[in-house]
């Protein structure tokens, strides 16, 4: 894939969540101006659509309004500036065009969508990824083409090659991440993270495979999963299951409270036997805080803990500073433990 497909896909799919910056907005409003009669315009909308609802006939009306909202994203910026004083060059001809050609790829998508109640069955298939990433303190919840829900945790992200088909179920992940597969005889779906596979036929459970941290888990809430790294299978793994691996492959597994299993997707936060250090990263993925451990024996410190989101930044690390018996200090927003 061309890396101008690739950002034209990462824009539409930043404007349709409403995570695009004004730079963004921007620049997406420029590649429409710049191209108006590109067939990538028309085929990345047709596949985006196609991936909401592969075989029902979609809301036409909702994707109408984007394509007139993006190619109106100039006239918003003017009336911006108007307000505000500022002189603008209006450079408006070209919006009609681009509207008329992608309104025309809507109007061939629903209605070939609504003859044959199949998604773009007649068009050579067109393989790109699709990607979706979580902020700091954001969760997001995606349900993929063959109906598997993935829970997103915050600050992480995942990927997967359009079209998803039934030859193949493999998504790439960094962060953290809670599965629930549909099951699929003879069709294993495949989760990379770093160096590890996790592929599973249907099932339920956890992937923590942030980068930079020391450990990576998977935990298993219902089901049988395989974890391997590169063609060596580290462990299988049934409910109530965890396996923890470390940068050099070393593994571990123990039982675990499938009750906790991605508990954060409800606001708590479990840690079990973790060190201070990963914690800390956790909670600033969180609560979008930044957090420093002066003490660097802290850092290793393992410790088992509850809190609830609720309750904030601020008390959740002046109970984690009783629990170790340190010190919490707040300055020019850094919370510092010593």
């Not at 994203?73 to 009336?79: E, V, Y």
């Not at 919006?95 to 061939?108: E, F, N, Q, S």
């Not at 462990?235 to 923890?244: C, Y």
Request: hydrophobic share 40%.
């Amino acid at each position: 894939m061309q890396m101008e497909d690739q950002r034209l896909i990462y824009l539409l799919e930043r404007y349709q969540t409403g995570d695009a910056t004004t730079e963004e907005l921007q620049e997406l409003s420029n590649m429409l101006k710049a191209d108006a009669n590109s067939d990538l315009f028309k085929t990345t909308l047709a596949e985006m659509m196609s991936k909401e609802a592969p075989v029902f006939l979609m809301n036409r009306d909702r994707w109408q309004h984007m394509v007139r909202d993006i190619v109106d994203i100039d006239k918003q910026s003017a009336k911006a500036a108007e307000r505000s004083a500022t002189k603008v060059v209006r450079m408006f001809p070209w919006v009609r065009a681009a509207a008329a050609v992608l309104l025309m790829a809507l109007g061939g998508y629903f209605w070939m969508n609504h003859g044959r109640r199949t998604s773009l069955a007649t068009a050579k298939p067109v393989i790109r990824d699709s990607v979706v990433s979580t902020a700091k303190g954001e969760q997001r919840e995606i349900i993929l083409p063959d109906g598997s829900r993935i829970w997103l945790n915050a600050l992480s992200s995942i990927r997967w090659s359009v079209p998803f088909n039934d030859r193949q179920r493999s998504v790439e992940l960094s962060g953290e991440a809670f599965f629930d597969i549909q099951h699929a005889d003879k069709i294993p779906f495949r989760i990379h993270s770093g160096a590890l596979t996790t592929t599973v036929l249907g099932t339920s459970f956890d992937v923590t495979a942030y980068p930079h941290q020391k450990n990576m888990t998977v935990s298993v809430q219902s089901g049988k999963v395989k974890v391997q790294a590169g063609d060596k299978i580290l462990a299988i793994l049934e409910k109530g299951r965890q396996v923890r691996i470390g940068a050099d492959t070393t593994f571990y597994q123990k039982n675990i409270d499938t009750s906790a299993i991605a508990v954060w997707r409800s606001g708590n936060l479990v840690y079990k036997d973790e060190t201070l250090e990963d914690i800390a990263a956790d909670l600033q993925r969180v609560f979008k805080d930044s957090v420093e451990i002066k003490n660097v024996s802290l850092k290793e410190t393992m410790i088992t803990i509850s809190i609830n989101k609720r309750m904030g930044i601020r008390d959740a690390l002046q109970m984690i500073c009783r629990t170790t018996d340190s010190r919490l200090s707040d300055k020019n927003g850094i919370f510092t433990i010593e």
